[in-house]
């Protein structure tokens, strides 16, 4: 009886500090003083519904895939200056009418994309004082995609004109241009473009007087609607 008891109070002392040594059986609470236990091999959850919605905004983009063609149309504000750089051979137009001026202008565009690059056409024109100046030809173009957000570079040339006059005033031009689009839709954006015309005119022999030859620059403002495929 005596080496019963004894083998009892031994055995009552140790199991606390054997028991220690085993964790607690799944879905039964960790003793006082230890840190919750995770799975092997988990990850730990955020902790609240906001951290999840940010982590999960940060991996998914605007939204508006890829397009593929473009298509738009601009209003602006135009200024002309046919003999900033050179004129030669007297002006273009005569009776003391002028070929430079301001006033409203538009245009349209189309063309095509390969994700961060796009090439078409655009025709533009304005209302001047005595004439109306007409330009068209191709461009180039390289767009930085950031959300809904799209600012993006040009660059353009080719012919020009002014109309509305009895002189035959012909020409070439090369614009470099920047803006912003904003995507209203993953097909329809608004947004602003600044250009500016290196503008080359010429005019042929007219009622006497000698051939004509301006270079001027030209600067233009515009408001854009665009519809993208």
């Keep these: 009886m005596k080496w019963t008891l004894s083998f009892l109070l031994t055995l009552f002392l ?24 995770s799975p092997v091999g988990s990850t730990p959850r955020p902790s609240n519904r906001t951290e999840q919605t940010l982590q999960r905004a940060e991996q998914v983009d605007s939204g508006r895939g890829l397009s593929w063609f473009y298509i738009g149309a601009e209003g602006s504000f135009f200024w002309l ?17 002028q070929a430079s001026g301001v006033g409203p202008g538009g245009g349209i565009f189309l063309g095509g994309r390969f994700y961060i690059l796009n090439a078409g056409a655009r025709v533009r024109t304005a209302w001047l004082p005595d004439s109306q100046f007409l330009s068209a030809g191709g461009e180039v173009g390289f767009k930085m995609p950031k959300g809904n957000l799209e600012p993006y570079l040009w660059l353009g040339g080719g012919y020009a004109t002014l109309l509305g006059v009895k002189e035959k005033v012909r020409g070439v031009d090369v614009v470099l241009g920047g803006g ?8 329809v954006s608004i947004g602003g473009l600044a250009s500016a015309e290196l503008v080359s005119l010429r005019r042929g022999v007219f009622q006497g007087l000698p051939r004509s030859s301006h270079l001027g620059l030209a600067a233009v403002g515009s408001l854009v609607l665009g519809l993208h495929f």
């Design 81 to 97: 200056g046919s003999d900033v750089f050179r004129k030669s051979g007297g002006p273009l137009l005569t009776e003391g009418r």
């Design 180 to 187: 912003v689009d904003y995507f209203l839709s993953p097909y």
């Design 14 to 37: 140790l199991a606390p500090g054997a028991l220690a040594q085993f964790p607690p059986p799944a879905g039964q609470p960790n003793p006082p003083g230890q840190p919750p236990r």
